[in-house]
């Protein structure tokens, strides 16, 4: 997934920017810690950052989905703590033979939070009001995943949008909802499962649309329904009740009328506090009852304090960017060979990754369906990088490096550690780096997209198993991150993504991981197994590859 990422438009919220000292900030826990009997009824947990928006269909960040995903469900979902998929708001679901006509079976006697019933119609009002977007709500900003998921809308303003996919949605009976595309689509049936396609109930969309969205040059403001508690509406377990923004954090609360398995803890606090050493001694102080991303270099103190620990498995990629446009010597494939070559990628993984880190030699992990074996290798050596830097007459090759600040993500525990590194690989082989800090949201993410920065750091966290939720999401087009035009890579990502048969699409992303490391956009260095942690008095949540942790499983001992 991605973390505010925008195209063309920077994303601007009413959060509160300030940092959070771990110990020093009031929260709703002080009130309701306590319940009868002194039993704990409210659960702490700290996230990296802030989420961007209550509404997740506006939203393309984890930081974000973390704290909608308890509030909001989707028609599919995926297994506790893996990545199959499995029933959500649907029971069951099929398709045509050529995955253009879906079908779900949905659940009976679900109610929104509002009080409102879950039906057929309400399925298709949700595609429908989001099929109909106009003006700032059509930026990719805004409605990213809709426009990766769906494509465009009713009628797109923008001759970039791409053309729309959705067809239509009808309800059969109230328990019977069709979706319809109107070709087939590798993103499709995990399109249907991501937050950012999550059910709200019909009463609040009525209320979403007597407010815009609006854009003031690159800066976005979002609705207000969107950034305060009061309007959001879904079916989940918990119901978002409270957005303190001065204290940085968002209150839950468990909704007794939820159809399936009722939270085991009454309210959930998600707090921001944006650093791995902020955390961890929250942690140990006592202040919170769990947080997310500890740094490798933590996993083993806070085990044998007794805490809770466990680790996901590997389902992300780290990799440095190229940007042609930015610097002309990257459009040499010798320049990119030395680059790539230079890196020190074993290094890297055993110094700053937690256990379980493993290189990578494409982009994506080994544990998704369509990695090759026989992709081309750049193995580290120095030696080779200089001839090569000769080779293309760059000898004195001098580049931008920029790296992100104010930040920690699942395939990135330390951002500017992960850079020295770099930056002094890269001197050995004779190439100057200039380096070029910048704060993560918006500046660094906003530069990265304009392909502004000649090489630079950014990963991704899949959203669902089909290996074209990790090419796709690169390569299936000309992209300014990467400011290539080579219609051999996009061909070849783009073969599999029509495909219906599973079989037919690993092989062709197989062949299209061939083709994209031999033409070597950039470099992927590694992917990682993420820990979260838990206070000793917790039974935590089964935790997902997917860093989809549902907290209604979550219990005090």
Known sequence: MRIFKSR??????????????????????????????????????????????????????????????????????????????????????????????WTFNLRKGVKF???????????????????????????????????????????????????????????????????????????????????ALAIHSPKALKAYEKEEATAKGDAITYPKYSQEAGTVAGTGPYKITKWNKGNKEVSLTRFDDYWGDKAKIKNLVFRTIDTEEGRRQALQAGDIDGYDLVAPADVKTLEDQGYVVPTRGVFNLFYVGMS??????????EVRQAIAQAIDKENLVKTQLPEGGKV??????????????????????????????????EEKLEIEFCYPTEVTRPYMPAPQDLFELMKADLEKAGIKVKPKAMKWAPDYIDATEAGSC??????????????????????????????????????????????????????????????????????????????????????????????QEVFSETSFK
């Open 324 to 333: 042609q446009g930015a610097n002309k010597a990257l459009k040499k494939k």
């Open 8 to 101: 063309g438009a920077r994303a601007i919220t009413a959060a509160v920017a300030v940092g959070l000292i771990a110990t020093g900030c009031s929260s709703e826990r002080d009130a309701d810690n306590e319940g009868s009997g002194g039993k704990k009824d409210t659960f702490v947990f700290a996230g990296a950052g802030d989420p961007g928006s209550l509404d997740p269909a506006l939203a393309s960040d984890g930081e974000t989905f973390r704290v909608t995903r308890q509030a909001f469900e989707a028609l599919l979902e995926h297994e506790s703590g893996g990545t199959k998929l499995v029933g959500g708001l649907a029971e069951t679901w099929s398709s045509n033979d050529e995955g253009t006509v």
């Open 454 to 547: 000649a090489l630079h750091m950014l990963g991704w966290t899949g959203d669902f198993n089909d290996g074209y939720n990790f090419i796709g999401t690169w390569f299936a087009g000309y992209d300014k991150q990467w400011g290539f035009k080579d219609k051999k890579v996009f061909d070849a990502v783009n073969a599999g993504s029509e495909m219906g048969k599973a079989e037919e699409r690993t092989a062709a992303y197989e062949k299209a991981n061939e083709v994209i490391m031999d033409y070597l956009p950039g470099v992927p260095i590694s992917s990682s197994p993420p820990a979260i942690a838990f206070a000793k008095n917790v039974n935590p949540p089964n935790v997902s590859p997917l860093t």
């Open 360 to 393: 990578a030699d494409q982009f994506m992990p080994d544990t998704i369906a369509g990695y090759s074996k026989n992709v081309e290798k750049y193995p580290y050596d120095t030696a080779a990088s200089k001839d090569l830097l000769k080779k293309a007459g």
């Open 113 to 195: 939070h509002d009080g409102e019933a879950f039906n057929a119609a309400a399925v298709c009002a949700n595609y429908d009001h989001w099929f109909n977007w106009k003006g700032t709500y059509q930026s990719s900003a805004v409605s990213y995943y809709w426009q990766t998921i769906m494509g465009g809308f009713a009628k797109n303003e923008d001759k970039e949008t791409p053309e729309a996919n959705y067809k239509s949605c009808t309800a059969k009976d109230d328990s019977t909802a069709v979706i319809e595309v109107k070709k087939p689509s590798a993103n499709l049936p995990g399109g249907f499962s991501l937050q």
